[in-house]
T-cell receptor, first 111, second 113 residues
Framework: GQSLEQPSEVTAVEGAIVQINCTYQ??????LSWYQQHDGGAPTFLSYNALDGLEETGRFSSFLSRSDSYGYLLLQELQMKDSASYFCAVRGGSGNTPLVFGKGTRLSVIA | GAGVSQTPSNKVTEKGKYVELRCDPISGHTALYWYRQSLGQGPEFLIY????????DSGLPNDRFFAVRPEGSVSTLKIQRTERGDSAVYLC???????????FGPGTRLLVL
């Protein structure tokens, strides 16, 4: 089976940088994804790492180390609208197999 | 283009009743997923369709839960003899074969009284 661990809550100041960590245990690994979910909203895709290293998309970056079973999401130049829950997720298999999600990290951005 | 849509957005029912939740995926997406999300938790997988067939239904909690996708597009999640523990947000997602991304609908908030 799969399990993922991420902090339950993080608070950061507007304009700052925040890192949300995720460690995972999986029977097979097919990449680490990150999703953002605002209260009452749908999860929306942020990034995906299949290989080790850093992927950058605007203010958001995601990192993966397969040897350490570890990844993180980095949010730069935080804005109030970034206050949301962030989920890391792994695939159970190749192709379009379903995602296994962590419990989520609730990010609060304060002025 | 239109995203994933789900109806109803909210459903209140009484314990023991039958409910149907509908998902309309993005046009052309062959893969369709149902997840369930409880407050403060991540989405939990229920069932996954590739085309018309259920490729993996290992997440369905028991035989009261059933889902269909008869024409490979719209899917219906059916819950019989609802229990209070079934109260949650039921999320549907779809994806194409060429992308990693799953696109989620807004969910159906089910409350069983």
């Amino acid at each position: 089976g799969q399990s993922l661990e991420q902090p339950s809550e993080v608070t950061a100041v507007e304009g700052a940088i925040v890192q949300i960590n995720c460690t995972y245990q999986t029977s097979g690994f097919y990449g680490l994804s990150w999703y953002q979910q605002h209260d009452g909203g749908a999860p929306t895709f942020l990034s995906y790492n299949a290989l080790d290293g850093l992927e950058e998309t605007g203010r958001f970056s995601s990192f993966l180390s397969r040897s350490d079973s570890y990844g993180y999401l980095l949010l730069q130049e935080l804005q109030m609208k970034d206050s949301a829950s962030y989920f890391c997720a792994v695939r159970g298999g190749s192709g379009n197999t379903p995602l296994v999600f962590g419990k989520g990290t609730r990010l609060s951005v304060i002025a | 283009g239109a995203g994933v849509s789900q109806t109803p957005s909210n459903k209140v029912t009484e314990k023991g009743k039958y409910v149907e939740l509908r998902c309309d995926p993005i046009s052309g997406h062959t893969a369709l997923y149902w997840y369930r999300q409880s407050l403060g938790q991540g989405p939990e997988f229920l069932i996954y369709f590739q085309g018309t067939g259920a490729a993996d239904d290992s997440g369905l909690p028991n035989d009261r839960f059933f889902a269909v996708r008869p024409e490979g597009s719209v899917s219906t999640l059916k819950i019989q003899r609802t229990e209070r523990g079934d109260s949650a947000v039921y999320l549907c997602a779809s994806s194409s074969s060429s992308t990693e991304t799953q696109y989620f609908g807004p969910g159906t908030r089910l409350l069983v009284l």
